[in-house]
């Protein structure tokens, strides 16, 4: 079993800044894509960014492209988003994911409010 903890998340500032992490109880090389969803009360968890495995493919919904970041560190077993110029919409809980060949994994969650 594989455990995925986020931490980064709290209160902040429109335009400001949090550097989510996700860190993996085990190697993340063997997850071919790893990923940030997020979620509001009433809706569905949306895709935020992923990264495949080699971490020279990244992709992101058009609401972050350009302000946030997402990166691996295989040696670490940490998988990090940066975001920037942050805004009262992305307010969310943000979930760590990974994809195996066999299962997928979810972290708990963690809060961004972003605050006017």
């Known amino acids: 079993q594989v455990q995925l903890v986020e931490s980064g998340g709290g209160l902040v500032q429109v335009g400001g800044s949090l550097r989510l992490s996700c860190a993996a109880s085990?190697?993340?090389?063997?997850?071919?894509?790893m990923g940030w969803y997020r979620q509001v009360p009433g809706k569905q968890r949306e895709l935020v960014a992923f990264?495949?495995?080699?971490?020279?493919?990244?992709n992101y919904v058009d609401a972050v492209r350009g302000r946030f970041t997402i990166s691996r560190d295989n040696a670490k077993n940490t998988v990090y988003l940066q975001m920037n110029s942050l805004k009262p919409e992305d307010t969310a809980v943000y979930y760590c994911?990974?994809?195996?060949?066999?299962?997928?994994?979810w972290g708990q969650g963690t809060q961004v409010t972003v605050s006017s």
């Open positions: 085990r190697s993340i090389s063997s997850f071919y894509v």
């Open positions: 994911n990974a994809k195996s060949t066999m299962n997928v994994y």
């Open positions: 990264i495949a495995s080699g971490g020279d493919t990244t």
